[in-house]
């Protein structure tokens, strides 16, 4: 049976990406995963949904540090203990990453999930 894609929650949706991700991008690759969460979320504010608005405040929350790099150097940060000072990563180094993003986005989108279903306002630095 297929999936549908269309009435999961984000959180499926991703989960469903993670465990299939040859199927969504081309080689696995993380730069390709990375394209592939840019163009989701723009997609999504396009048509009024809320993309991963607040993703990367809530990663430097988490992270406990700012820096200059956007989410996806935020996420390198969070996944390897000598943080991201090469882009060019081994391919262990990438997977790591890789396996890394789809847990802290799953629980980014569930702090959020549970703010909605409480009618509050999501807290940025929340991680739980």
């Given amino acids: 049976m297929a999936a549908d894609l269309a009435s999961m929650s ?14 969504f991008v081309v080689g696995s690759r993380l730069a390709g995963v990375e394209g592939f969460l840019d163009g989701y979320d723009q997609h999504a ?21 700012e820096c200059g790099h956007g989410w996806a150097g935020q996420v390198r940060h969070i996944a390897l203990s000598e943080g991201c000072g090469q882009w060019e990563l081994t391919h262990d180094e990438e997977a790591k ?5 789809f847990t802290l986005l799953d629980e980014f989108l569930a702090v959020r ?14 991680t739980g």
């Fill in 97 to 101: 990453v890789v396996e890394v993003l």
């Fill in 45 to 65: 504010l396009r048509h009024g949904g809320p993309g991963l608005s607040g993703w990367r405040e809530w990663l430097v929350a988490r992270r406990g540090q």
């Fill in 113 to 126: 999930e549970t703010s909605d279903a409480n009618g509050s306002s999501w807290t940025i630095g929340a």
């Fill in 10 to 23: 984000e959180r499926e949706y991703f989960a469903f990406v993670a465990k299939r991700l040859g199927m």
